[in-house]
């Protein structure tokens, strides 16, 4: 797996086998939709890094990883080095950071495991983190489009086996270029 566009294009990322990491196309085109410079950008469920480290390639301003799994969170750290990016890695559960991180994002992206998480909670307390016109980007697996009370559909896109479900508040009156 590489990095797909950026100042790190090219540059390998390792992943664990234990981990599904989002797919090169996937990021292509989430990075396509997006535009990350000088932006504030949380990876919850990290995995590998891969995506956060795509947005610092990218231009993103400041990226925070949070990842439960410390031997994940590693993979992450040699990652990171590997690019030459910094980002603030959390190894700690999605739920316990978001009830204490005092930082408002512009972009968070959501890819939890495909099976047995309920993304519905991690939206209920999501709140806290988003600025006004903040992006939520959601990976799942297709055709079990996950519960998105209180945020609009901006776009959903498909991509084979996964797609991307791209929110804002629903009480946003604030339209902006994604």
């Known amino acids: 797996m590489k990095v797909i566009g950026g100042t790190a294009k090219g540059q390998k990322i390792f992943s664990p086998k234990t981990i599904r990491p989002t797919r090169s196309m996937v990021r292509e085109a989430l990075f396509s939709i997006i535009q990350v410079t000088d932006k504030t950008f949380i990876d919850l469920f990290a995995g590998s890094g891969a995506v956060g480290i795509e947005a610092l390639s990218r231009g993103a301003s400041k990226v ?22 910094d980002a603030v890695v959390i190894n700690k559960s999605v739920e316990s950071v ?40 959601i990976e799942y697996q297709t055709g079990k489009v996950p519960s998105h009370d209180g945020f609009k559909v901006i776009k959903n896109k498909t991509y084979g086996d996964t797609s991307l479900l791209i929110l804002k508040n629903e009480k946003s009156n604030i339209s902006r270029d994604i």
Do not use: C, H
């Not at 990883?65 to 590693?74: A, D, G, L, P, Q």
């Not at 009830?99 to 709140?127: C, H, M, R, S, W």
């Open 64 to 85: 925070i990883m949070v990842e439960r799994s410390r031997k994940v969170v590693e993979y992450i750290q040699r990652n990171l080095e590997k690019t030459g990016f």
């Open 98 to 137: 978001l009830n204490t991180l005092d930082i408002k994002a512009d972009f968070v992206f959501i890819d939890p495991p495909y099976q047995g998480y309920n993304i519905k909670k991690t939206l209920q307390n999501i709140e806290r983190i988003l600025k006004d016109d903040s992006i939520i980007i």
